[in-house]
């Protein structure tokens, strides 16, 4: 990565952290994603309780009960979600089909293990 370009990287994280500070940024195998200081990424957060058959008023209360977080770290995520909701639907699309391509190949396994 050429020097400006992480230049422009770590600028831009910093004005989201300026306006998000609950939301760190970290590395890891599908590249740099914001997560919650002191807890899982933002995209683990919305994925676990967005789009199931939770209330929308219950939301917040679940996700503090799934995750084990306070209702201010789950509003952060929210709120990250509310301004980046591209970028995190997209990590979340990502995790879905890794977790389907997953099960795919493990049912095949099985397949030829029960020959």
Not at 39 to 51: A, F, S
Not at 106 to 115: E, G
Request: proline share 4%; no cysteine.
């Amino acid at each position: 990565m050429s020097l400006s370009t992480l230049a422009e990287e770590l600028i831009e994280e910093g004005l989201r952290i300026r306006r998000h500070p609950l939301v760190v940024f970290r590395d890891g195998p599908s590249g740099r994603r914001a997560g919650l200081a002191g807890g899982p990424d933002v995209w683990e957060v919305i994925g676990g309780v967005v789009g199931g058959d939770v209330p929308a008023e219950a939301l917040i209360d679940r996700a503090v009960e799934l995750f084990g977080l306070t209702p201010r770290q789950v509003g952060a995520a929210f709120d990250y979600h509310a301004d980046f909701n591209t970028e995190i639907d997209d990590e979340i699309a990502a995790n879905l089909a890794t977790a389907d391509e997953a099960e795919a190949t493990w049912r095949r396994r099985q397949d030829l293990l029960a020959r």
